[in-house]
């Protein structure tokens, strides 16, 4: 096993417990709770229960050398979360050469970001034992995948996620960024909750397709973070319309502006339109990014749109 699996795995939290057995909670302790929770005194049971809660919240703590933490979250996968990030991250490096840029994969059960930024290897170690972040196209990256075999599946529960979580989070060593692009897996569970809660997050990027089942999910994923108390940006309307190539009639296969009454229901900003197109799947497939591979392309220019939209919205760094 490498130092760097070492680090992963052994940080913290194990895969199996110390001896392998469970032990389980007996009737009479069973009882004696029900008799606590259904006593008198309701109000010093409230009060307990808040003291606790707020112990057990983790203080928020930033991430070594990162001005600002962009995240991007789907309340549902395969919607272009993944593409919208890759390309996002690269969008702001080119609107502003003169900012350094980072990209962290935190979907540790499906990482994509390896694929798509055209990367392999495993991060080497600093001296401090910190990761360090894989870099192509000028942006420094650092995913579960470089860390697993690419065909293996992250067969872990919970606690192991959230060890391989904070490991990602605290123990690389990404210099000094401007900002952070944090790709999220989709949904609203612990991982997203883990990462809201434990590092300052300048703002999140919600991105949906047109359609109804998937804007169920993405209002979901947005009041979330707002529960978490962190700022939501706006809405990218990804797979907005497909343009037949011979004849470019337009098809709204997806539905149209959807995105646009979900940002009207919850009183945010549509960010941008990103068409079905080939170009964005192919680019995408072959690790070369098409605001990278091809920047005066119609679909590279909404990225560039889309990224020029978050920093107009971002608060004021951290110092």
């Known amino acids: 096993m490498g130092s760097w699996q070492r680090l992963l795995l052994f940080g913290g939290v194990s895969l199996r417990g110390g001896g392998g057995t469970s032990v389980p909670l007996g009737r009479s302790q069973v009882l004696v709770c029900r008799r606590q929770l259904s006593g008198g005194d309701s109000e010093t049971l409230k009060q307990r229960r808040s003291q606790i809660l707020s112990r057990g919240?983790?203080?928020q703590k930033p991430i070594q050398g990162v001005k600002q933490v962009i995240v991007v979250a789907s309340g549902k996968g395969g919607v272009g979360k993944s593409t919208t990030a890759v390309n996002l991250?690269?969008?702001?490096?080119?609107?502003?050469?003169?900012?350094?840029?980072?990209?962290?994969?935190v979907d540790v059960y499906g990482p994509s970001i390896p694929k798509m930024m055209n990367l392999k290897g495993n991060p080497e170690l600093s001296q401090d034992n910190l990761?360090?972040?894989?870099?192509?196209?000028?942006?420094?990256?650092?995913?579960?995948?470089?860390?697993?075999?690419?065909?293996?599946?992250?067969?872990?529960?919970?606690?192991?996620?959230?060890?391989?979580?904070e490991k990602l989070l605290r123990q690389v060593d990404w210099g000094h960024l401007d900002y952070l692009v944090v790709d999220m897996p989709p949904g609203t569970g612990d991982v997203q909750l883990s990462v809201s809660q434990n590092i300052p997050i300048s703002g999140a990027v919600i991105v949906s397709t047109p359609q109804d089942i998937a804007l169920m999910d993405a209002h979901k994923g947005a009041e979330m973070f707002r529960k978490v108390h962190v700022p939501v940006l706006g809405l990218v309307q990804n797979m907005s319309v497909f343009q037949c190539p011979q004849c470019k009639h337009k098809t709204h296969i997806f539905g149209a502006d959807g995105a646009r009454r979900l940002a009207r229901t919850l009183d945010l900003d549509v960010l941008g339109d990103v068409p079905l197109h080939l170009n964005i799947r192919e680019t995408s497939d072959t690790g070369q990014p098409i605001v990278f591979s091809q920047p005066e392309s119609d679909e590279a220019k909404a990225y560039l749109r889309i990224a020029a939209e978050v920093v107009k919205r971002l608060p004021p760094p951290l110092k």
């Open 57 to 59: 919240l983790p203080k």
């Open 131 to 165: 990761m360090r972040p894989l870099l192509n196209y000028g942006i420094a990256c650092m995913s579960m995948g470089f860390l697993v075999e690419e065909t293996a599946p992250v067969v872990w529960r919970g606690l192991m996620v959230m060890s391989a979580i």
């Open 89 to 105: 991250a690269l969008a702001l490096a080119a609107n502003d050469s003169s900012k350094a840029i980072g990209l962290l994969d």
